[in-house]
Structures are given as C-alpha cells and as structure tokens.
C-alpha cells in the first residue's frame, strides 16, 4: 500500500468513527447498520497488515484517544515516541523511517 492510500484510509476510517460517536451521541445507535461494514473492513485489514500491524493500525484508530479525551502516546523499545500521526503510524507499520 503506497502512503496517500494509507493516509487517505487512515482519515476515512478517522471520519467513519467521529460520524458513529456524534450519531450515538445524537440518540442514534448505528451499530447494526453499520457492522457489516465494519467486518469488511476488518478483513482487509487482515490482508493488508501483518497482526503485530493491525494491532498498532487499531490502537491509532480506537486507543489512543482516550474516552476522556486525553491523548495516549506509545513509544518503541529505544523509547522514541511511535504513532503519534498519520505519518509515524505509516513509519512504524512499514519500516520505513
């Protein structure tokens, strides 16, 4: 996957999760209508990323802000800090930095 589709799924899936939160917070659960989408998505994931990958793909997407709004920050073994944007979860998930 070349780094603008990433980019470009990173903040449709960003887009998809802030739409379903302000819905739920309208009175509007989505979940069933939106689950199917969700379970493809999963599976191209699957195909996409190795495990180690999508774990770090999914904490960027549904870990790090926290439920009180704070904002994690995660950190690799030498201690620098990892996955902080778009472009630091792309270096960490290919290798490439």
């Known amino acids: 996957m070349k780094y603008k589709n990433f980019e470009a799924f990173i903040i449709g899936m960003q887009k998809l999760r802030d739409r379903s939160e302000l819905l739920y917070k309208s009175g509007l659960d989505t979940i ?4 199917n989408f969700y379970k493809i998505i999963e599976l191209l994931m699957e195909e996409a990323f190795s495990d180690y990958n999508k774990e770090w793909v999914d904490w960027f997407l549904n870990e790090r802000i926290s439920h009180d709004g704070r904002v994690l920050k995660a950190y690799n073994a030498q201690g620098k800090e ?3 944007d778009i472009k630091s979860l792309w270096e960490e998930v290919t290798g490439c930095h």
Not at 32 to 35: A, D, Q, T
Request: proline share 0%.
């Open 32 to 35: 069933n209508y939106n689950e």
């Open 82 to 84: 990892i996955c902080y």
